[in-house]
């Protein structure tokens, strides 16, 4: 596969997300390439959040506690 072929497959997942996102759906973009692919889409301002945190991103999906959330839940809490 050559990148114009990869970038065509990127653009329409990208544009599908926009679409889902104005219907009301929640879209999240993990990952530095990803994100970086949305950038350059111009659709980073369409999706609900994009971080560049790929790998904390699956920590999190995966029901693991991250640190920088857990600081933030401990000063809450008092």
Sequence with gaps: M???TI?????AIIETLVERTREGAIT???GGDS???VEQA???E???????GGGAS???LEGRVLPGVA???DKERG
């Design 2 to 4: 050559n990148k114009k």
């Design 7 to 11: 970038a065509k497959g990127t653009n």
């Design 28 to 30: 999240i973009i993990g």
């Design 35 to 37: 994100a970086a692919a």
């Design 42 to 44: 111009g659709a980073a």
């Design 46 to 52: 369409e999706m609900t959040h994009v971080s560049t």
């Design 58 to 60: 699956l920590e999190f």
């Design 71 to 73: 600081a933030l839940q």
